[in-house]
């Protein structure tokens, strides 16, 4: 059973660079597409952006100039950084395995929830 | 403001049919079937219930079916069961950008 779990500091203060990890359990990178989707709270689902296994990156043009994701198969894990936070970046960030980089989500982390503040 | 456009509430009594649509445009609902649908219980990560526009994955009950018309998407849950209580979320592939969701519509069993 494939399992995804972010990881990364729970509070990161204004204009810094948030960094989260996703580990990738019982299965590998390989042949997926591996997005990073946010939540802010009470609201909807946004799109960040996503990471081939072969580092091929393609973001959401409303962040484009602010992430960065990257993919290690050695350590089967895949990375984002957001810089120049503001509070308006405060929600719960999820990875989630894509098998055609077309939407279709079938595995999800728990997520986690970072918080930007001084 | 979301992408594509969902309804912000929906309702129905246990054993009826609800439906929630989810409207978009030709580059988005209306230029491609990948079309997603997820279910969000209170606390937790979505979960994935319709793919390329009516496909069930495993495990996902036959209540739950999707179709599309033109720019508009749609999710039917039958039988309702206080179960189904939840937030729906609408995703569909957009070419350059190219993942896009719809607001999310909370379904409320009476």
């Known amino acids: 059973q494939v399992q995804l779990h972010e990881s990364g500091p729970g509070l ?10 996703c580990t990738v359990s019982g299965g590998s990178l390989s042949s997926f597409y591996w ?5 802010s709270p009470g609201k909807g689902l946004e799109w960040i952006g996503y990471v081939y296994h072969t580092g091929i990156t ?9 992430v960065t994701m990257s993919a290690d198969t050695s350590k089967n894990q895949v990375s984002l950084e957001l810089n120049s936070v503001t509070s308006a970046d405060t929600a719960v960030y999820y990875c989630a395995r894509d098998n055609m980089g077309a939407s279709n989500f079938d595995y999800w982390g728990r997520g986690t929830l970072v918080t930007v503040s001084s | 403001q979301s992408a594509l456009t969902q309804p912000p509430s929906a309702s129905g009594s246990p054993g009826q049919s609800v439906t929630i649509s989810c409207t978009g445009t030709n ?13 969000q219980n209170p606390g937790k990560a979505p979960k ?15 209540r739950f079916s999707g179709s599309k018309s033109g720019n508009t998407a ?5 039988g309702l069961r206080a179960e189904d209580e939840a937030d729906y ?6 070419g350059s950008i190219p ?12």
């Open chain 1, 58 to 66: 393609n973001y959401n043009p409303s962040l484009k100039s602010r």
């Open chain 2, 27 to 39: 580059s988005d609902v209306g230029g491609y079937n990948y079309v997603s649908w997820y279910q």
């Open chain 2, 74 to 78: 749609s999710l039917t849950v039958s």
């Open chain 2, 99 to 110: 993942v896009v969701f719809g607001g999310g519509t909370k379904l409320t069993v009476l």
């Open chain 1, 12 to 21: 990161v203060k204004p204009s810094e660079t948030l960094a989260l990890t």
């Open chain 1, 35 to 39: 997005s990073w989707i946010r939540q």
């Open chain 2, 89 to 94: 979320y609408c995703s569909s592939y957009a």
């Open chain 2, 48 to 62: 994935l219930m319709i793919y390329e526009v009516t496909k069930r994955p495993s495990g996902v009950p036959d």
